[in-house]
């Protein structure tokens, strides 16, 4: 093969393109010229003059092998590469446009990193889709930019620089905001604009104008260079690049970002502040929270090996910052052990909650073990069942392996058994499926595979279910138990009599055929209501069997327990059998009796008390021949109200009542205990006082406290009525209209005796 690369560029010329001799002449080329790299200004010139009128594959073979294999080479020199990248863009401005953007179309077809070597290409592939071509045409920019720059420094060359000043911006503004591909591209380019830009080592070992450009080379009467404009850019992308490092979520970026602060250090020492500083304070507690355990591993070991290298041959660039890089990797040697400590806990419980899961046993006297595991899907179950068992087999296989190799005697065909048994293995353990292959090198085989479980064995939904139940029974029953022994309210006429020594005279029921008025029991004798009052009735004549009258008050503990109604019944109905009786509306703090009764009365109880007189009768409104009322207060149809003051114990109230009981019975509809204290005043001169109880409201505390204040004031009790009244706001809603409709239909006063 001939030796002489133009003869080589020649031959390939002559042939069809794409054809194999032209192949085959393209490659004795570029073999050429790697033996002779000599030779490339001289043809460089040649070949991109080619570009303009050549097929397709030579000029792919010219941008792809040789234009960027030659720019980026590390093989040459900066001042080549700058000259080669000069005649590069002459040749791409004087080609057609068409055939350029043809050349652009074929490279990004291909799979390697490409991209062409001039200023024009770089204008119009920086900003390419395809993330191969961004990144090729970044390699090439930061290679050729320190050669670019020092180009301009000599010879100034005002739109050139433009265009350069353009590319860098375009790139500078991916590195802070573009994608990942984009900033990891952009990263070399940042890295060679940083130390192009800043000055270089005052060493002058260090410092070589020739391979190192810096800002030493800008003069001071530079038509269009300034030192300091280019120096604070730099020191801008130093900022942009440390505040990559801190707040990147992105792992790859910040490995990037420590791998080109670490570069800066020994050729420009001036930065070796502000870079060590940097990565002793970095942390991933600073922004790789969200990353994997292994993306945080890989930042971190970046860190330590940059640092590490920077303490060994940083030299005297970083003789200042020695004791922070050994006192950080210290820190970081024991926090990276803290993590790997943390990370073989949660593989050993892992693998703790795993082999919870396995359950092994030999059946009955024979060799067989029966392997199950427990897991969340039918699919999961047997998959891992198998691979268990797999494993297992595997093992055992790989025991004889070693055995086998140790021996003195050990055939070859007996090698490649042993391998496909361990082959089988492996794949039965990664797959979770068991094939029919036999092990004869395994101490244990496999006699039948684990098939896809019919049911769950695991949780025993049933069992589980059944124990819920049970438990939620014995638990419901423990709290009515619990419940009743600390409820005190009165729930049956048993519990009275049981636990407070009374007798429990009747249980009234609720009225549930209609709304329940002050002569239900007489009008409707039909109902439980009425029977319940006809036996109350007996009951409390029985009481007065002793005397010839009989003066009955009935009181409840609170507001609320039905009184007034129970009194107007019983008074309707102890008058209905021809008997003479008077109904005393007592309660002076609240005269329902009254408003429905007689709400024009003109005279009324609480006047007979405030009197001074002890030979006044109570004023009586005759209602029945045998039945006549008492009101509480007079006037009540025009809102009057008794006097606070009022006070039945009095000795004109015990003088009138005891000559109205000596003429006929008396029912008194008395005020709550808990309200006033007039039934204890006047309950003395009683034949017996009656306590009504609401069923599920009244307690048995507030009846034993009544019973107890009646007793201390020598009032005789009866017994007590269970009633099971309305609710209270319906009661209160019905009664108010009932007087209503009372104060209606009564336009004259009652007729007063």
């Known amino acids: ?13 002559g042939h069809a393109d794409g054809s194999p001799e032209q192949l085959a002449g393209l490659a004795s080329l570029g073999a050429a010229l790697q ?37 980026c080479g590390q093989q040459h020199s900066p001042e080549a590469k700058a000259q080669r990248a000069l005649s590069c863009r002459r040749a791409m401005t004087c080609a057609p446009r068409p055939v350029v953007q043809q050349r652009f179309v074929a490279l990004r077809d291909l799979t390697l990193s490409v991209g062409l070597q001039s200023i024009d290409a770089f204008e119009r592939t920086v900003g390419d889709p395809d993330p191969k071509i961004r990144r090729a045409v970044y390699s090439c920019f930061a290679s050729v930019y320190p050669a670019i720059f020092k180009h301009v420094t000599v010879n100034p060359d005002e739109r050139l620089w433009g265009r350069v000043t353009a590319l860098k911006g375009r790139m500078m503004a991916d590195f802070s905001t573009g994608s990942l591909s984009s900033r990891l591209a952009a990263t070399k380019v940042v890295q060679r604009i940083i130390q192009t830009q800043t000055r270089a ?21 530079h038509p269009f260079l300034r030192a300091d404009t280019l120096e604070a850019e730099a020191n801008k992308l130093i900022e942009q690049a440390v505040g990559v490092l801190f707040t990147s979520k992105q792992p790859d970026a910040v490995c990037a970002v420590v791998n080109m602060l670490a570069l800066l250090v020994r050729p420009r020492p001036s930065l070796a502040p502000v870079i060590v500083g940097s990565l002793v304070n970095w942390s991933p507690a600073a922004n790789l929270t969200e990353a994997s355990p292994m993306q945080v591993k890989s930042v971190e070991k970046a860190v330590r090996i940059a640092l590490a290298n920077l303490a060994r041959n940083g030299g005297s660039a970083v003789a200042s910052q020695l004791g922070q890089i050994n006192d950080y990797l210290h820190r970081q040697s024991g926090r990276m052990q803290a993590a790997a400590e943390a990370a073989m806990r949660a593989r050993e419980m892992a693998f703790q909650n795993f082999s919870d899961r396995v359950q092994v046993k030999r059946l009955g006297q024979s060799y067989v073990l029966e392997v199950s595991f427990r897991g969340l899907t039918p699919a999961d179950t047997a998959r891992l069942t198998n691979s268990i068992a797999a494993s297992y087999i595997r093992d055992q296989v790989l025991v004889h392996a070693v055995s086998e190799q140790r021996g003195t005697e050990f055939l070859q065909g007996r090698i490649s058994l042993i391998q496909a048994e361990k082959k089988a293995a492996d794949e039965a353990v990664a797959t979770g499926v068991i094939t029919d292959f036999q092990f004869p090198d395994s101490d244990a085989r496999i006699v039948g595979a684990a098939l896809t479980p019919l049911a769950a064995s695991y949780p025993q939904t049933k069992l589980i279910v059944l124990l819920g139940l049970v438990f939620g029974l014995v638990s419901g029953i423990a709290a009515i138990a619990v419940l009743h022994n600390f409820d005190r309210t009165i729930r049956s006429p048993g519990q009275i009599r049981r636990l407070l020594g009374v007798d429990c005279l009747v249980s009234v029921p609720r009225f549930r055929t209609g709304r329940l008025t002050d002569t239900t029991a007489v009008t409707q ?15 409390l004549f029985a009481a007065g069997a002793k005397s010839h009258q009989v003066s009955i008050g009935l009181v409840g503990c609170q507001e609320g327990e039905g009184c007034s109604t129970l009194s107007a019944n019983l008074a309707h109905l102890m008058a209905a059998s021809g008997s003479p009786l008077a109904l005393v509306d007592a309660n002076l703090g609240q005269p329902d009796l009254t408003r429905r009764i007689a709400p024009r009365a003109t005279a009324g109880l609480d006047g ?13 409104a005759m209602l029945t021949p045998s039945l006549s009322f008492v009101p509480a207060v007079a006037g009540v149809v025009t809102g009057r109200k008794a006097d606070p003051n009022a006070f039945l114990g009095t000795q ?36 017996g006082v009656v306590l009504v109880a609401t069923l599920n409201r009244t307690k048995l505390d507030q ?17 007590i009525v269970l009633n099971d009244p309305m609710r209270f706001r319906k009661a209160r809603r019905l009664a108010r209209a009932t007087a209503s409709a009372g104060m209606q239909n009564q336009s004259q006063p009652a007729e007063m005796s």
């Open 1 to 13: 093969m001939s030796a002489d690369p133009l003869a080589h560029l020649q031959t390939a010329l």
């Open 35 to 71: 033996a002779a790299p000599s030779f490339v200004p001289t043809l460089w010139s040649a070949l991109v003059g080619q570009l303009a009128k050549s097929g397709p594959h030579f000029r792919r073979w010219v941008v792809l092998t040789l234009m960027e294999g030659t720019l």
């Open 201 to 221: 080592s005052a060493d002058p070992r260090l410092a070589s104008k020739a391979t190192d450009p810096s800002l030493a080379l800008v003069a001071s009467h």
């Open 525 to 539: 004798p039909d109902t439980e209501f009425a029977l319940a009052m006809r036996l109350l009735r007996t009951v």
């Open 608 to 620: 007979l008390v405030l009197s001074a007189s002890t030979g006044a009768d109570l004023p009586e």
């Open 652 to 687: 004109a109230m015990r003088s009138a009542l005891s000559r109205l009981s000596a003429r006929r019975d008396v029912i008194l509809d008395l005020p709550a205990l808990d309200a006033s204290p007039d039934a204890q005043a006047i309950g003395a001169v009683l034949t």
């Open 703 to 719: 009846l034993s406290e009544a019973i107890r204040a009646l007793h201390s004031a020598d009032t005789r009790v009866l017994g």
